[in-house]
């Protein structure tokens, strides 16, 4: 009980001073078309801002509450939620470009300065909270304590955030001009938003606790949009993307009817996609490869499509054909770990001497990619383990339970992993990392 009390005490305090990583933060939506496709509607705006498209992530956290925030300086985090609502790409290049805006103008480094003070404040309220549950075993007069200090603590940390508001907003018009974007969008987002702040907080989408919507915010954007209105350029592209990101998301998360009757007789490529995933979600696989092949017969050279593809075959128990088609989709883009992840899966599920050794060959080539995925580390334990490498597969675990947050787990695999793998190796050096962690 105590150990349980401890972990949730230390989990609150990383969240409040911003030190936990996203992976264990938030519950994120890893697909290669989406986060490419959100990537497309982000380059330009990030280049506006001076930031580097190739080092800020755009990724989705799978929450339907309205929210987008930034933890550090190269991933910008938008809720399912939000982008399922928002109506144009120019919308979500606005809430990209007001993420930006705290990147490039340095308000990250500026609030883990003004953490300090609400460190202190909340600091005293976590020892306490310790010191009662190690006398009493009481979680909830622990608990109790503790939210009362975090409370306090978040409440004087977003009170240095509301002048960097404005600051926000007025970059944020600035790089929509810059890259072609019409600057209208943004107040047609915070349109989204309007009342919220009358609600009680516990209704609040999180959006309105994290980005302030004072009146004079509103009026102030309003008036800068009139002052700016821009011309905008071609929007042809960045609508295809948006609704590629969008349509996806809601043929995953939507119920499949509510998908199939909103897509009937639209044989777009968009529409042939939404009407795949539909079909897929309803076992019915026949159906969903025919609207798959052909999506495919007119555009053979999508990396993201034949990923898709090579999943919906998998998950229909076809994994033959599935690593056919993962394969076409890595000989297209040998760069996406997220493909490579599912194309690794896929010759996992051959069940094979020979599927298995190319499995660990791409997941590993997977991981060095991306090493903030657990699913491409649970498929690589599982390839390790399958060819004989029980040490390598026990690292691969661990790292994969501490990247979700389940440290007891990790200690546990990492130790094997210590005891099983030759002392001082690179990889004995990870499995001590983790466990450095840990304590």
Do not use: C
């Not at 305090?13 to 496709?37: H, K, M, T, Y």
């Not at 506006?48 to 989705?60: D, E, F, S």
């Not at 340095?106 to 009662?132: E, K, P, Q």
Request: proline share 4%.
């Amino acid at each position: 009980m105590r150990h349980s009390i401890l972990a949730v005490l230390i989990s609150l305090w990383l969240g409040l001073i911003g030190l936990a990583s996203p992976a264990q933060a938030v519950s994120l939506i890893r697909d290669a078309d989406i986060e490419n496709s959100l990537d497309q509607l982000a380059a330009p705006i990030l280049r506006a801002a001076g930031l580097n498209p190739n080092r800020v992530r755009i990724l989705v956290v799978d929450d339907s509450s309205l929210n987008a925030f930034v933890l550090g300086n190269n991933a910008i985090f938008i809720h399912a939620g939000l982008l399922q609502r928002l109506g144009a790409a120019d919308e979500v290049q606005a809430v990209i470009a007001h993420e930006a805006a705290h990147i490039a103008n340095g308000h990250l480094s500026r609030r883990l300065s003004n953490l300090r003070g609400s460190r202190s404040a909340a600091g005293f309220g976590i020892a306490l909270a310790l010191a009662v549950a190690l006398a009493s075993d009481n979680p909830q007069a622990a608990g109790g304590v503790a939210a009362g200090a975090a409370g306090a603590a978040q409440r004087q940390f977003f009170a240095h955030t509301r002048a960097e508001e404005a600051a926000a907003d007025q970059s944020s018009i600035r790089y929509m001009l810059r890259a072609g974007v019409d600057p209208a969008a943004a107040t047609r987002v915070l349109d989204v938003f309007r009342g919220q702040e009358a609600l009680s907080v516990s209704r609040q989408d999180p959006y309105t606790r994290t980005h302030p919507l004072t009146t004079d915010r509103i009026r102030a954007l309003r008036g800068l949009v009139a002052a700016n209105p821009g011309t905008p350029r071609d929007t042809t592209a960045a609508d295809f993307w948006f609704a590629r990101a969008q349509g996806k998301l809601s043929a995953f998360r939507q119920n499949p009817g509510w998908t199939l009757r909103r897509v009937r007789g639209d044989d777009s490529p968009i529409g042939l996609m939404r009407r795949a995933v539909a079909h897929h979600r309803q076992a019915n696989a026949n159906e969903a490869i025919r609207a798959m092949q052909t999506l495919l017969a007119q555009y053979p050279n999508d990396a993201y499509w034949h990923e898709l593809f090579g999943q919906i075959l998998l998950e229909s128990r076809q994994p033959g054909p599935a690593v056919t088609s993962y394969r076409n989709a890595v000989s297209l883009n040998n760069d996406e770990p997220l493909i490579l992840g599912g194309y690794g899966r896929a010759l996992l599920a051959l069940d094979s001497a020979q599927g298995n050794a190319e499995a660990v060959r791409v997941l590993e080539r997977a991981r060095a990619l991306d090493g903030q995925s657990a699913s491409i580390l649970r498929d690589l334990g599982q390839a390790y383990a399958r060819s004989g490498r029980p040490g390598l597969a026990s690292l691969a675990t661990a790292e994969r339970y501490a990247l979700t947050g389940r440290v007891r787990d990790a200690v546990v695999h990492a130790q094997r992993a210590a005891d099983r793998l030759p002392r001082g190796s690179a990889s004995w050096q990870r499995a001590q990392d983790v466990l450095s962690a840990a304590q």
